[in-house]
């Protein structure tokens, strides 16, 4: 029975969250002072309150070395538990609020800009006619800007080809479809056989810039003498059908000038077209508010049925 109650009242947290935060203010402000100022306490009250914890613990948190306080190595522990504690409870207060709420005020969404617009256009004016009163925020992004928005907590979810760490990614029921291609005039289609690398290395290559912060050169297909690293598909798409280069483009982008003759796709040996996975993730997969979790259904239909369309 004596082992019972113990475990039991074991369980029963003696550290209240304002202990832990105050913990948290001291180590990551520097010390005491800094903590109570960032925390808008006194420090006589910040440093009870992480004696008191070290009390019920009977644990140091931090040792005296010279005239500065640094973690012990229990202390690093409780600071990296402590974190993920308050973080949890945020998430907790989040969810709630928004259970309680209903639809969330304002939604952000990154989309990567190979997603077509028109479907992401009617999918946005269709949660509109649902939930005229969520404003969406909408960020355009290329190759690591969708992950970083998540990781910033920017949005509350996004389409994109690249899973960040930490997240878990739903794959979309169709992949974008890439393909070079040029002005009907452009000299590649003058050459009138398959191209190489090798040929286009000789030709201005057109790319969209990487909207992440960290950028790479995945956004690069081939490495050529010439490029124009542009912000925008629109002005990419603008450029290649002027003559001013070839580019990658996805073709859901580029139907009209398809059609009409002034894009046409250049044959390269060995394989043009190439598909890109894309990913629907939420910012928070557990408890994604209501408008977002409903907004992302709209685009799984959407694109349900625009593929049993095409098939």
């Known amino acids: 029975m004596t082992e019972k109650m113990t475990s039991k009242s074991?369980?029963?947290?003696?550290?209240?969250?304002?202990q832990w935060r105050c913990l948290i203010a001291v180590v990551e402000q520097g010390g005491y002072a800094q903590a109570a100022e960032?925390?808008?306490?006194?420090?006589?009250?910040?440093?009870?309150a992480v004696q008191k914890l070290e009390s019920v613990l009977d644990l140091k948190a931090f040792a005296i070395e010279g005239?500065?306080?640094v973690l012990t190595p229990a202390g690093e522990m409780l600071y990296r538990r402590a974190k993920l504690l308050l973080e949890d409870a945020a998430g907790l207060e989040l969810a709630a609020h928004r259970a309680s709420a209903g639809w969330e005020a304002e939604i952000g969404i990154a989309v990567e800009v190979l997603f077509p617009t028109w479907l992401l256009l009617d999918c946005l004016n269709q949660f509109g006619e649902e939930s005229p009163q969520t404003r969406i925020e909408l960020y355009e992004t290329v190759i690591g800007g969708g992950p970083e928005a998540l990781e910033q907590g920017r949005v509350d979810l996004a389409i994109t080809p690249h899973i960040p760490k930490g997240f878990n990614g739903e794959p979309l029921p169709r992949p974008a479809r890439v393909i070079p291609v040029a002005h009907p005039e452009h000299p590649l289609h003058q050459l009138g056989r398959e191209l190489t690398l090798r040929d286009l290395r000789q030709h201005r290559h057109l790319v969209v810039r990487d909207t992440g912060s960290q950028r790479t050169s995945r956004t690069?297909?081939?490495?050529?003498?010439?490029?124009w690293t542009v912000t925008n598909m629109a002005t990419s798409i603008g450029a290649a059908c002027r003559g001013y280069g070839f580019a990658w483009l996805p073709e859901e982008k580029i139907r009209a000038e398809l059609d009409e003759g002034i894009l046409k796709p250049l044959s390269l040996r060995g394989g043009s077209e190439r598909t890109i996975p894309m990913?629907?993730?939420?910012?928070?997969?557990?408890?994604?508010?209501?408008g977002?979790?409903?907004?992302?259904?709209?685009v799984r239909l959407q694109m349900q049925s625009m593929c049993s369309e095409t098939d």
């Not at 990913?279 to 209501?290: H, K, M, Q, T, W």
């Not at 977002?292 to 709209?298: G, M, P, S, T, V």
């Open 10 to 18: 074991s369980l029963t947290p003696r550290i209240s969250l304002e």
């Open 38 to 48: 960032r925390l808008h306490k006194s420090q006589s009250s910040v440093s009870y």
């Open 67 to 69: 005239r500065r306080a």
């Open 220 to 227: 690069t297909t081939v490495e050529v003498a010439q490029r």
């Open 279 to 290: 990913y629907l993730i939420f910012a928070d997969r557990e408890s994604p508010g209501p």
């Open 292 to 298: 977002a979790a409903r907004l992302a259904e709209i």
